[in-house]
Nanobody, 123 residues
């Protein structure tokens, strides 16, 4: 199973970016998908969560500005980030709680991570 995050970049304060996370491999089902972010020297922070039925939760610092969504048919998750602030600058990582099929086609539970995509917000 692989998760591929994309969509990061450099944007001015108040701008917007949309991050994408694509899951691939012998995936049976995906329960939760999450976005995290990390600044060098600090712990990784949970930014947003979306459950299998579409329920969402956000860090207080991004509520009202970020929106997480998912496309179950495509095994993808998105993070729409609006009104970006310099303090949003970080490497953003996607993660998925999922079941994949092993060599014998048995479902195996796993938490998979994508590589980071850098978001830089200039003041």
């Amino acid at each position: 199973v692989q998760l591929q995050a994309s969509g990061g970049g450099v944007v001015q304060t108040g701008g917007s970016l949309r991050l994408s996370c694509a899951a691939s491999g012998r995936i049976s089902s995906i329960t939760a998908m999450r976005w995290y972010r990390q600044v060098p020297g600090k712990e990784r922070e949970l930014v947003a969560h979306i459950g299998s039925a579409g329920s969402t939760d956000y860090a207080d610092s991004v509520k009202g500005r970020f929106t997480i969504s998912r496309d179950n048919a495509k095994n993808m998750a998105y993070l729409q980030m609006n009104n970006l602030k310099p303090e949003d600058t970080a490497a953003y990582y996607c993660a998925a709680d999922l079941y994949y099929l092993d060599g014998a086609s048995n479902p195996v539970v796993s938490r998979s991570w994508g590589q980071g995509t850098q978001v830089t917000v200039s003041s």
